[in-house]
């Protein structure tokens, strides 16, 4: 999936750490779900708490997704259309749709990863002891 703020198959928690740096209200991102095989879950925070819709693929290769009861489904042709849609107020979110929470890049991760491994190997030398044979 081509959408810069679809971060695949990350965790609920690592979900939420993401929306929650930013603190803005209706800061966003869209995951594949945990619990639902095949079903991707758009994630907005809103008042310091993050709320799940999932949306599902139909057969007709449409999404629809689950907003609040009483809200009739609707369907979109593609993601963008869903999310085109949810950032007019009123649609049947907690808010509305404002600041996509980016896919960090891969030169982004591998930087990250490699700050956290030359931190771990700083100290290397304070623990080193002598062997004699």
């Given at each position: 999936?081509?959408?810069?703020?679809?971060?695949?198959?990350?965790?609920?928690?690592?979900?939420?750490?993401?929306?929650?740096?930013?603190?803005?209200?209706?800061?966003?991102?869209?995951r594949e779900s945990e619990n639902v095989e095949g079903a991707?879950?758009?994630?907005?925070?809103?008042?310091?708490?993050?709320?799940?819709?999932?949306?599902?693929?139909?057969?007709?290769?449409?999404?629809?997704?689950?907003?609040?009861?009483?809200?009739?489904?609707?369907?979109?042709?593609?993601?963008?259309?869903?999310?085109?849609?949810?950032?007019?107020?009123?649609?049947?979110?907690?808010?509305?749709?404002?600041?996509?929470?980016?896919?960090?890049?891969?030169?982004?991760?591998?930087?990250?990863?490699?700050?956290?491994?030359?931190?771990?190997?700083?100290?290397?030398?304070?623990?080193?002891?002598?062997?004699?044979?």
């Open positions: 999936m081509e959408l810069p703020f679809f971060h695949g198959k990350i965790t609920r928690r690592t979900c939420e750490e993401l929306l929650s740096k930013n603190r803005k209200n209706g800061s966003y991102l869209i991707l879950c758009l994630c907005v925070f809103f008042e310091e708490l993050v709320y799940t819709y999932r949306i599902f693929r139909e057969h007709q290769g449409y999404f629809r997704i689950e907003t609040t009861e009483g809200i009739p489904a609707r369907l979109f042709r593609t993601l963008k259309d869903l999310i085109y849609n949810y950032e007019k107020p009123n649609q049947g979110l907690i808010t509305n749709l404002r600041y996509p929470v980016m896919k960090p890049k891969a030169s982004q991760r591998n930087q990250r990863f490699k700050s956290e491994e030359d931190d771990i190997y700083d100290d290397i030398d304070s623990d080193y002891v002598t062997v004699l044979p």
